[in-house]
């Protein structure tokens, strides 16, 4: 029972923790970089909650095969839900880091950082109220789902970061490979749920979290000596 329950409040605080302490974080820090975090929480907001998910609710209504989707084929469903966020939340992050290079002009790594833990921050809490708002978050019943759930945010959170940093690369560059590269490896990501084992799953995104994290802490080493 007391396990149970632990589990289940360790879960829900991985999924919340890591936003609130960057987001302090940027507030006691006053290097302005605030703002960037929040562009990354309006990106998602805006792709995701505002524009992807009421358009795939419309469709899935209107397009019956879209609809029947999950039971003819779930390879084709998980890669169009993937391909979509993908889309939808790397053109978000484009248009965040233009709207702040017009603000702030020049922009470097740590605006980066910022605005991609502004975008996995505001997810992780988007997954955490929404699945206690359905019931999902019951801290009487086996609290191993919760806390795997609460993982994962943990490890999705460098993928948001190496995201971030692929697009910045794409609007520091101009060129729009590194979007295409961004919204293909996002997708690709997504596209792992198909394999329908969480431990599994959850086991391939650690080892993609850690690749990550050793890509940009080598960009950042070479972007402090440039």
Not at 71 to 82: I, N, R
Not at 116 to 138: K, R, Y
Request: hydrophobic letters at 55%.
């Amino acid at each position: 029972m007391i396990g149970n329950i632990l589990g289940n409040v360790v879960g829900f605080l991985l999924m919340l923790g890591v936003p609130l302490a960057a987001c302090i974080y940027y507030l006691w820090k006053r290097d302005g970089r605030i703002w960037m975090f929040f562009a990354g929480i309006l990106s998602f907001t805006v792709s995701q909650l505002l524009i992807r998910i009421p358009l795939l609710q419309y469709a899935g209504k209107k397009w019956e095969w879209l609809m029947l989707l999950p039971y003819t084929s779930l390879v084709l469903y998980y890669g169009f839900l993937g391909l979509t966020a993908g889309l939808f939340e790397e053109t978000g992050r484009w248009a965040a880091f233009g709207l702040m290079k017009r603000r702030r002009r020049a922009l470097d790594w740590k605006d980066a950082l910022a605005l991609g833990l502004g975008h996995g921050g505001v997810e992780a809490v988007w997954v955490a109220v929404s699945g206690l708002m359905a019931g999902n978050f019951d801290f009487t019943a086996a609290g191993g789902r919760t806390l795997l759930g609460g993982v994962e945010r943990l490890f999705a959170m460098p993928l948001h970061v190496g995201f971030s940093f692929l697009i910045f690369k794409g609007v520091e560059e101009k060129k729009a490979r590194w979007w295409l590269l961004a919204v293909l490896l996002h997708g690709l990501t997504d596209f792992q749920l198909v394999i329908g084992n969480l431990a599994v799953v959850e086991g391939l995104l650690a080892i993609e979290a850690v690749a990550v994290l050793l890509l940009v802490v080598r960009f950042v080493r070479r972007e402090e000596r440039s």
